[in-house]
């Protein structure tokens, strides 16, 4: 099996073939690509949504930074080296600057639509259906667990999710000897991610066999979805959450990404699955609320402080 397998989505497809190979994957290191869901989610909506995603990072700083991200919930502007996800190295600041949406019921600071006409509907657009993707995959994971495939659903339904609009450059004063971080090796926190990128490629995922980092590279009409610690510590780890980073482009070349983050129902209490302790082995985690989990992890990581005192 590759690394990081390529899973096609085709309806064609017999669904017990597909969460095999889901399976096989999130047993190993909860890394695969899908293909072939247009019926859920277009590649003209893919290459529509990247295109707003570079139309709002061309706005002038000073209109983005009024759209500042405020707090764990709320969408909105993050601005250039905000995110260290190894809060224990002070070079893990990654050359990037963001823009997250929440799922509709929550706040996200949307630029006026007079400034970005269309932005907020293809977002939004965007956003509903990776969102339902999410779901169809969720099913898929549901049956290689042998559980029933809406056991994901009250997890998913009425959700905390962002996707994460990600902006990889260097800027023109940048010297050569401030690394090459586009984001600091991490693991993602909550269920599940599905990554949406341009051809730039950047994303490297640790093999924990080979000790090295493997690139992941891009492929059109594809996306990368890999599991966060919430769904490895709800199946008692069998399915693995494994570190990955992103290298920066070198200076003049700007990558665009859009990760989407599930965090679940704020609510929802995630408990190991009976079905995933075996033998011998005993929960190793106690129910914990989904969004007291994703509070925890992202105080840990965002460095407001760091912000004032740097300069972009
Ligand atoms: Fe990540």
């Excluded at 989610?41 to 529509?48: F, G, I, P």
């Excluded at 630029?111 to 956003?127: C, D, K, V």
Aim: aromatic share 12%; charged share 20%; hydrophobic share 35%.
């Amino acid at each position: 099996m590759s690394f990081v397998p390529v899973i096609s989505l085709s309806p064609a497809r017999a669904s017990q073939e597909i969460s095999d190979e889901m399976r096989a994957a999130c047993l190993r290191n909860g890394f695969f690509q899908i293909t072939e869901f247009n019926h859920i989610l277009s590649s003209e909506l893919l290459s529509r949504t990247l295109s707003a995603s570079k139309a709002f990072f061309d706005l002038p700083l000073d209109v983005k930074s009024a759209l500042f991200k405020e707090n764990h919930i709320c969408g909105g502007y993050e601005p250039y080296k905000a995110m260290n996800l190894d809060p224990g190295d002070k070079s893990g600041y990654g050359h990037n600057e963001g823009y997250s949406v929440a799922s509709s019921g929550y706040p996200t600071a949307w630029p006026a639509e007079q400034i970005l006409p269309g932005f907020r509907a293809t977002m939004e657009e965007y956003f509903t259906a990776v969102n339902r993707l999410a779901g169809v995959v969720s099913g898929y994971l549901a049956l290689g667990l042998d559980l029933s495939p809406d056991f994901f659903g009250d997890f998913f339904h009425g959700q905390l999710a962002h996707i994460k609009l990600a902006h990889y450059y260097r800027p023109e004063h940048s010297q050569g000897d401030e690394g090459s971080v586009g984001v600091a090796p991490h693991t993602d926190w909550g269920a599940i991610t599905i990554l949406l990128q341009d051809s730039v490629g950047g994303l490297e995922v640790f093999d924990q066999d080979s000790l090295r980092w493997i690139k992941v590279s891009a492929r059109p009409n594809t996306l990368v979805v890999n599991l966060g610690d919430l769904l490895a510590r709800w199946t008692n780890d069998r399915y693995k959450s494994t570190r990955h980073r992103v290298t920066s482009p070198p200076q003049g070349i700007h990558r665009y990404s859009i990760p989407f983050f599930s965090q679940g129902h704020p609510d929802y209490v995630v408990q190991v699955i009976n079905s995933c302790i075996r033998p011998g082995e005993v929960a190793k985690y106690n129910p914990i609320r989904a969004e007291e989990y994703f509070k925890l992890k992202f105080e840990s990581t965002y460095s407001i402080p760091a912000l004032i005192a740097r300069d972009p």
